[in-house]
């Protein structure tokens, strides 16, 4: 007699054979690799390491990581210095070139790694224009003109591919840029009109070129803006930059970077209720702010995944490596680069 459970059983026991012969045919059976680690198509992200904005913990991170899986095929890293930091690792044990490097953001060094063959690529921001734009439409909101602002109250600063062809136009482009914040910053800054502060995430060289722009605006629009640095890149430290600015008599608006969005929706919100205030660089979509200006991380991140390929078209085993995952432009440049990965379609 034709038994349906026993065939249901058997059926059931074929498929879970199946997915046993086609995870240890993509690596997952590697036990050395922690329950973290993402299969994406041909690629196995083994890890995302932070470093909670710390140069020595992630040459550490990079040195651990050389140590534990011997065998990696490439290191992405999703903040400025994230890189230079792999680069210094992998000079220390003579691996430079031997293990493929994908960045984000313009350091100097990656710009250097990328000309003497050691970094494949990186996705750049334009931090000048972060500075530049902020202070522009800071002006605008306080001076009561329009600005369209999209539906999703983001406005989009387009980001590059930077590779080996294209480098040196680049940071050509980048010290002239340094050149015009320069001599905005040597020329006397205004004594009078709107005034507005520029507050960034943590003390890191990508932040100069912002502060040419704020500096440059300053000169073009007529206005005093202020650049504050949480120097320990803490959100508390942030928090108390913010209680401090909007008890200064005068103060118009300000444009931040969140460190924790989720976590400083309250102090965000009491900042919005006595200033006009933007976000640029990361976003902190639950507050009050009035829209976001800067990078479309997760595109970004879908670039970095796009170079990926490019230096690994066969696959391979990857780390990422960030500075904190709290922060919302990290949680979207990582999820772009695993969706790239997987060859997510992207949504309309």
Same mark, same amino acid.
């Given at each position: ?18 997915? !046993?012969?086609?995870? !240890? ?59 230079? #930091?792999? !680069? $210094? ?16 953001? $313009? ?25 530049? #734009? ?108 913010? $209680? ?6 005068? !103060? ?33 979509? $639950? ?44 949680? #979207? ?16």
């Amino acid at each position: 007699m034709y038994n349906r459970s026993i065939d249901f059983r058997l059926s059931l026991l074929w498929t879970m054979s199946l997915y !046993l012969i086609i995870s !240890l045919s993509i690596g997952c059976s590697d036990s050395s690799l922690p329950d973290t680690a993402i299969t994406a198509g041909k690629y196995i992200i083994i890890d995302t390491r932070t470093d909670q904005g710390d140069r020595a913990t992630a040459k550490k991170n990079a040195e651990n990581t050389l140590k534990k899986y011997p065998d990696i095929d490439a290191m992405v890293g999703l903040w400025a210095y994230n890189v230079p #930091q792999c !680069l $210094e690792a992998l000079k220390d044990v003579d691996k430079q070139g031997k293990i493929k490097l994908i960045s984000f953001d $313009e350091d100097e060094l990656t710009l250097q790694g990328i000309k003497d063959g050691y970094v494949h690529g990186t996705v750049v921001q334009q931090p000048y224009e972060f500075g530049y #734009q902020s202070v522009k439409y800071l002006k605008t909101l306080v001076e009561g003109e329009a600005v369209e602002i999209p539906d999703g109250k983001q406005l989009d600063i387009p980001t590059k591919v930077i590779k080996k062809d294209n480098v040196d136009d680049f940071w050509a482009n980048l010290k002239s840029l340094q050149q015009l914040g320069e001599t905005a910053k040597n020329t006397p800054r205004p004594t009078e009109g709107d005034y507005f502060a520029f507050v960034v995430n943590l003390p890191d060289p990508f932040w100069n070129y912002a502060r040419a722009g704020c500096y440059k605006a300053e000169q073009d629009f007529k206005v005093i803006c202020d650049f504050k640095i949480p120097h320990d890149g803490s959100s508390a430290e942030q928090n108390r930059i913010l $209680e401090t600015l909007i008890q200064k008599e005068g !103060l118009a608006g300000i444009a931040v970077s969140p460190l924790d969005p989720k976590n400083q929706t309250e102090i965000l919100n009491k900042v919005a209720a006595k200033v006009k205030l933007i976000c640029h660089d990361s976003d902190a979509p $639950e507050s009050n702010r009035l829209f976001y200006l800067g990078t479309n991380n997760y595109s970004g991140g879908r670039q970095v995944g796009k170079l990926v390929k490019e230096a690994l078209p066969e696959g391979g085993k990857i780390m990422i490596f960030v500075g904190k995952m709290d922060v919302l432009n990290a949680q #979207q440049r990582r999820q772009g680069v695993i969706d790239e990965l997987m060859d997510k379609p992207l949504s309309q």
